[in-house]
């Protein structure tokens, strides 16, 4: 079983920046893609991030040139750094594990996740 904590989330203003953290438990962390999905209110849940254990990257489109995922295997965490933030990209942050090694856009393909940190982005 692996746990999922996540922190740094809370009130930055139009074109601010926040980084968000997620620790896991286990001893495997470094084989698992760790991913990075957002859900706003009324919305369905939206991939943002995922980075593979070789370091690979990917991004969602609306995140795209803003946002950085990358991770320290030595202290089983993955980071988010969210530059240049937008009203839009208000949303609770939710970190996820696949312990597969395949990782994906589709959350479904994601066995663990963390309980969420809201972002909000406004004036």
Do not use: H
């Not at 320290?72 to 949303?91: F, H």
């Amino acid at each position: 079983q692996v746990q999922l904590v996540e922190s740094g989330g809370g009130l930055v203003q139009p074109g601010g920046s926040l980084r968000l953290s997620c620790v896991a438990s286990g001893r495997t962390f470094s084989r698992y893609v760790m991913g990075w999905f957002r859900q706003a209110p009324g919305k369905e849940r939206e991939f943002v991030a995922a980075i593979w254990n070789g370091g690979n990257t990917y991004y969602g489109n609306s995140v795209k040139g803003r946002f950085t995922i990358s991770r320290d295997n030595a202290k089983n965490t993955v980071y988010l750094q969210m530059n240049s933030l937008k009203p839009e990209d208000t949303a609770v942050y939710y970190c996820a594990a696949d312990q597969y090694g395949l990782g994906s856009t589709d959350s479904q393909r994601y066995q663990y996740w963390g309980q969420g940190t809201q972002v909000t982005v406004s004036l």
